[in-house]
């Protein structure tokens, strides 16, 4: 049995200059949306994932067993009928690593909430991103630092770039508490070598489609870490067996699962100024967990 409302799941676009109110930190984790059931269900609550997936028997039989998360507990207290968005992450770990947590039972892995889109059984997608900290510190549950602009205005994506915590993954840019969301992400960068190419297919017939890049472990060994694409038709027409073995700057969002790039794109050469051997996973200290061992 489950709740009869299922709230629309609100995505955040590109922002490209559209006016905004919020600018809300994003937390790198797994977006989790937290649904109170009735009274009567197999279980009181549960923990979607974007996938809808439930991860809450998984979440609750851990806690219980080991006296881990006591944030499960504050979020079987909110109210029947209600619903809160929020990260599911570990601090100081990339998102890539809730999965480990969950499955190693590591007693860092949190919830934070971000929204509050239902609240016993009515719709609060245009309540103002205050009241929803309000609702979540009644609920003991913590809340993801925002500020809030003076007027609805256009921002410097730039500036707050660099404004971007370290251990964040950038920005979520609100017009409103649960609609008109906009992403705002920092993104990292790292010297690569090239090692080879993949064809294009569709509209990059005949050109390449994306580079084989990587970085050399400890043990000199050069390693793949990414298929890195994002090149201008102009600099896909310019690629050729020459460019084996160049280094180039790929940007990327985090380090992932078996130690490769994730979303990474190609920016520019960098062999005038960088060597091969320099481009080494020391660049990257998450790189080092996974590849640097014998």
């Given at each position: 049995?489950?709740?009869s409302?299922?709230?629309?799941?609100?995505?955040?676009?590109?922002?490209?200059?559209?006016?905004v109110?919020?600018?809300?930190?994003?937390?790198?984790?797994?977006?989790i949306?937290?649904l109170k059931?009735p009274?009567?269900?197999?279980?009181?609550?549960?923990l979607y994932?974007?996938?809808?997936?439930?991860?809450?028997?998984?979440?609750?039989?851990?806690?219980?067993k080991?006296?881990?998360?006591?944030w499960?507990?504050n979020?079987?207290?909110?109210?029947?009928s209600?619903?809160?968005?929020?990260?599911?992450?570990?601090?100081?770990?990339?998102?890539?690593?809730?999965?480990?947590a969950?499955?190693?039972?590591?007693p860092?892995?949190?919830?934070?909430?971000?929204?509050?889109?239902?609240?016993t059984?009515?719709?609060r997608?245009?309540?103002s991103?205050e009241?929803?900290m309000?609702?979540?510190?009644?609920f003991?549950?913590?809340f993801?630092?925002?500020?809030?602009?003076?007027?609805v205005?256009?921002?410097?994506?730039?500036?707050?770039?660099?404004?971007?915590?370290?251990?964040?993954?950038g920005?979520?840019?609100?017009?409103?508490?649960?609609?008109?969301?906009?992403?705002?992400?920092?993104r990292?960068?790292?010297d690569?070598?090239?090692?080879?190419?993949?064809?294009?297919?569709?509209?990059y017939?005949?050109k390449i489609g994306?580079?084989?890049?990587?970085?050399f472990?400890?043990?000199?060994?050069?390693?793949?870490?990414?298929?890195c694409?994002?090149?201008?038709?102009?600099?896909?027409?310019?690629?050729?067996?020459?460019?084996?073995g160049?280094?180039?700057?790929?940007?990327?969002?985090?380090?992932?699962?078996?130690?490769?790039?994730?979303?990474?794109?190609?920016?520019?050469?960098?062999d005038?100024?960088?060597?091969?051997?320099?481009?080494?996973?020391?660049?990257?200290?998450?790189?080092?967990?996974?590849?640097?061992?014998?």
């Amino acid at each position: 049995m489950r709740l009869s409302f299922i709230h629309e799941f609100c995505k955040a676009n590109k922002y490209n200059g559209q006016p905004v109110l919020y600018i809300q930190q994003k937390y790198d984790g797994h977006r989790i949306t937290a649904l109170k059931q009735p009274f009567g269900c197999d279980n009181p609550l549960i923990l979607y994932t974007r996938s809808q997936s439930d991860l809450f028997p998984e979440i609750y039989a851990k806690a219980i067993k080991h006296d881990i998360w006591e944030w499960i507990d504050n979020l079987l207290r909110i109210p029947v009928s209600t619903s809160i968005d929020g990260e599911l992450f570990v601090p100081g770990k990339p998102a890539s690593y809730v999965k480990t947590a969950i499955k190693e039972n590591d007693p860092n892995l949190s919830f934070t909430a971000f929204a509050v889109p239902w609240l016993t059984g009515q719709r609060r997608y245009t309540d103002s991103l205050e009241w929803a900290m309000d609702q979540c510190t009644l609920f003991r549950i913590p809340f993801i630092p925002f500020i809030k602009l003076d007027t609805v205005q256009s921002i410097d994506p730039e500036v707050w770039i660099r404004k971007a915590k370290p251990e964040t993954e950038g920005w979520v840019l609100k017009r409103y508490h649960y609609v008109k969301w906009y992403k705002l992400k920092r993104r990292r960068t790292i010297d690569l070598v090239v090692m080879g190419f993949i064809p294009g297919k569709g509209k990059y017939e005949g050109k390449i489609g994306s580079v084989r890049c990587g970085a050399f472990d400890q043990f000199g060994k050069l390693q793949e870490i990414c298929l890195c694409s994002g090149m201008t038709d102009e600099e896909r027409d310019l690629f050729s067996e020459k460019d084996l073995g160049r280094t180039c700057e790929v940007q990327f969002q985090e380090v992932a699962s078996l130690g490769r790039l994730r979303h990474p794109i190609f920016v520019r050469w960098r062999d005038d100024e960088k060597r091969p051997f320099e481009c080494t996973m020391a660049q990257e200290t998450e790189l080092l967990r996974y590849w640097d061992r014998p």
